[in-house]
């Protein structure tokens, strides 16, 4: 059945954790989870993806979608992408410390910052004296989490307390139990040769911490008074520890028993035993006894199922144990008391009534905590996770989003006397980072673009940022410097060839469009300067950036002779390398995509119109035609490509993360396509373009913060990211500038038959 409330449906969710036949605590929760969900809903589809410490070692039964090599960063992402593709309506994820890779585990935050679906948490360890990286990937948790399960309300006062998490996300949903029937161990002790035997029973993966020295130590006392009495220690030995030591820990164990003179009295089952098996050994014990030395441990599995199958539990006090057995529902002995486990043992043993009562209200409790019952209330919880997700708006009125007035407030607040910072923490500027030249290139265009702009203010920024591209030349090394420390000192002598490409452009569109003499003649200079710089650039984008920056000194400089140089070579390259990549589905001069693409049709289509060459306008008309294609989500509205895409030979894009310089250098091609043929289509194509800043977008966002002229840095599957950084401001002004300049143009080709909005 498919569980619902109203019309909420939770018909297909995925599942990540470790899973058998991976030997962990984990991967046996994990499995169980499943199992329990198929047996309880067994018309949901529930697809796992498995933790993998060891990639090829596990033969994964049919149930494991995927898996996820711990450490392998890019395999989180594919993981994301393919939950994304799959239909799974939630996500519910196991954590722990330690399956997952990158630091404190932070791999897993790559993953979950890719899925848009609502996110549902298990946390089996909740530290209450983190490290400064156990806090971080916690508190990311918590911010990506609709819900949170833990076990224990320990767990809920830590989380609250030492977090600062909401109450109304977390859940205690208690571990996990099989549904077995209440049994008389005599009934399965000669499965294991233990008849006759009272049975003292610690299960779990062997390490150091669990304790298991108090109990040996405890025996001499209870065999003295119970000579019948084995304490059988199930498990194998932790993988770790088997890694670095091999069995030295268990072997000192045994020789501690030795010493003791109870050898014959403790028995070491070294196995990593199944599900039924172990339920089995269980029920074949008289006492189960956890005498774990960790007072903070939330949650013991091993525990739960003692209680499940109504076991007598004589445990230390941790955390767990505290609270499945209160109210008389198991005994409660302090850590390392080697005495009081004895005194405690023997006086269960000696009265088949005190630990049948015991017993009793144990297996009562259990009865509470059977699977079915859990995963009937995780699926409450899943379900309203659904209920949390924000409803996605209709793209209602694309068409009467009104074009912003281009505003450089938030340029400033990213400016200082040296020129405009790199990046920024939500809106503040973060000095760590210091400037680029990309930036302050791009801020150079954007002073010659804003329209009604205070001559003063103009004239002040103009010269800073000029300032900042003329110091950036290394007249050594004829190439432009990219990255500046805060403190004015340069990171590099040469900076990349991108960053070389944008300086030219700056230089020539500079020259073409400065308000002011002395700003156009410095520009023309600085070009004649250091433009042949361009004629050793290997990088498409940079050769395009160039391209760009020489038809904008074209028409500043008529028969400018480096221009025409540029403008006569690169073009060519160009055409060869779409004759080179292109496909029958592949119309596009790259076998990948990458960042800022139309800016390629774009170079070809202005070099076309400043040569006067057919060919290269039809090329760049027809390859920016493809990649608009790629830019359109089915829903019809600007899907900018996604970060993630890049790289991805002969590869669809994919949505995330989507980034404020896409929609400009779409913006850009696309004036420059309506410029070279008078097609109204193209400024359709850059209105909705523009209209992605105003939130006709994926996630129905809006990235412009209208009242001070800032934008976030772009969108990501759980929504903003809410930095502002200087590419991203510049990238909205700019395009705001660029379509309203081309409304104009385009109204007067439409007439007054046309509302430009």
């Known amino acids: 059945m498919k569980q619902s409330t109203g019309a909420l449906d939770v018909g297909h969710i995925a599942l990540i954790g470790n899973f058998l036949p991976r030997k962990c605590g984990i991967a046996t929760f994990t499995t169980d989870t499943y199992q329990a969900l198929r047996a309880r809903f067994p018309d949901m589809q529930v697809d796992v993806y498995a933790m993998d410490d060891h990639p090829g070692r596990y033969d994964y039964p049919a149930a494991v979608t995927g898996a996820i090599p711990q450490h392998d960063r890019t395999a989180y992402i594919a993981t994301a992408r393919a939950i994304e593709n799959s239909g799974a309506q939630v996500l519910w994820l196991q954590h722990e410390y330690g399956i997952f890779g990158g630091e404190a585990g932070g791999h897993i935050l790559d993953l979950l910052d890719r899925v848009s679906i609502p996110l549902i948490v298990t946390l089996h360890t909740v530290l209450e ?103 059988v220690v199930l498990g194998a030995t932790h993988p770790n520890l088997v890694a670095h030591e091999g069995e030295k820990y268990r072997d000192s164990l045994r020789a501690h028993a030795d010493r003791l003179g109870v050898g014959s009295n403790v028995a070491f089952i070294d196995a990593f035993v199944d599900h039924e098996d172990l339920i089995d050994y269980l029920q074949a014990a008289d006492i189960y006894a956890t005498p774990y030395l960790n007072p903070a441990q939330i949650t013991s599995g091993t525990l739960s199922y003692a209680v499940g199958v109504g076991k007598a539990v004589v445990s230390t006090p941790y955390v767990h144990a505290t609270e499945i057995l209160a109210d008389g529902h198991g005994v409660l002995v302090d850590f390392r008391d080697s005495a009081a486990f004895a005194r405690e043992i023997n006086d269960l043993l000696g009265s088949s009534r005190n630990i049948g009562q015991l017993s009793a209200r144990a297996y009562a409790r259990g009865r509470t905590m059977i699977w079915p019952r859990v995963v009937e209330k995780a699926m409450d919880e899943l379900i309203a996770s659904l209920a949390t997700r924000p409803h996605r708006l209709l793209h209602a009125g694309k068409a009467d989003k009104q074009v912003l007035a281009p505003d450089i407030l938030a340029v400033e607040r990213m400016s200082d006397a040296t020129g405009m910072l790199q990046h920024s923490i939500f809106s503040v500027p973060d000095r760590r980072h210091g400037y680029c030249i990309d930036d302050n290139a791009r801020a150079l265009m954007l002073m010659s673009s804003v329209e009604d702009l205070d001559p003063v203010t103009r004239d002040k920024w103009m010269t800073i940022y000029a300032s900042f591209v003329q110091y950036a030349w290394n007249p050594d090394a004829r190439r432009f410097r990219n990255f500046m420390n805060f403190d004015r000192t340069w990171c590099e002598d040469v900076g990349s060839e991108d960053s070389n490409g944008r300086a030219l452009w700056s230089l020539g569109v500079t020259a073409r469009d400065a308000r002011e003499a002395k700003h156009r003649d410095w520009a023309k200079a600085m070009f004649d300067a250091t433009a042949s710089l361009a004629l050793d650039l290997g990088s498409p984008r940079a050769q395009a950036f160039a391209m760009l920056g020489a038809a904008a000194m074209l028409e500043a400089s008529p028969g400018h002779d480096m221009a025409l140089q540029i403008l006569r070579r690169f073009p060519d390259e160009h055409l060869a390398l779409l004759d080179a ?28 119109m400043a040569l006067g060459r057919a060919d290269l306008i039809a090329c760049g008309l027809d390859t920016l035609d493809w990649i608009v294609g790629r830019q359109t989500a089915p829903e019809g509205h600007f899907r900018a490509v996604g970060s993630e895409s890049f790289g991805r030979v002969y590869a669809e894009p994919l949505p995330f993360d989507q980034q404020p310089l896409e929609a400009q250098a779409t913006i850009d091609a696309c004036a420059a396509a309506f410029d070279a043929t008078g097609d109204m289509r193209w400024f359709d194509e850059a209105k909705r373009a523009y209209d992605w800043y105003l939130g006709v977008n994926d996630l129905d966002l809006p990235l412009a913060t209208q009242r001070d002229g800032g934008c976030f840095d772009g969108l990501m599957p759980t929504g903003l990211n809410r930095n502002q950084g200087a590419e991203s401001i510049l990238a909205l002004q700019m395009a705001s500038c660029a379509i309203s300049g081309l409304s104009k143009r385009a109204g007067s080709v439409a007439g007054t038959a046309r509302v430009i909005a």
Do not use: C
């Open 129 to 231: 004296k983190p490290s400064a990286a156990e806090r971080t990937v916690l508190e990311g948790l918590l911010r990506r989490a609709a819900k949170v399960i833990v076990m224990a309300e320990r767990g809920r006062d830590i989380l609250e307390r030492v977090y600062g998490a909401n109450p109304k996300q977390i859940a205690n949903i208690p571990h996990g139990v099989p549904d077995r029937p209440f049994a008389d161990p005599e009934a399965f002790k000669g499965r294991f040769g233990w008849t006759g035997r009272r049975v003292i029973l610690t299960f779990g993966l062997l390490a150091p911490g669990k304790g298991i020295e108090t109990i040996i130590e405890a025996l001499p006392a209870v065999v003295e008074r119970h000579p019948d009495a084995m304490y």
């Open 581 to 608: 990549a292109r496909r029958p589905e592949w119309g596009w001069f790259e076998i990948v995509l990458a960042y800022d693409n139309a800016r390629l049709p774009e170079a070809m289509l202005r070099a076309g």
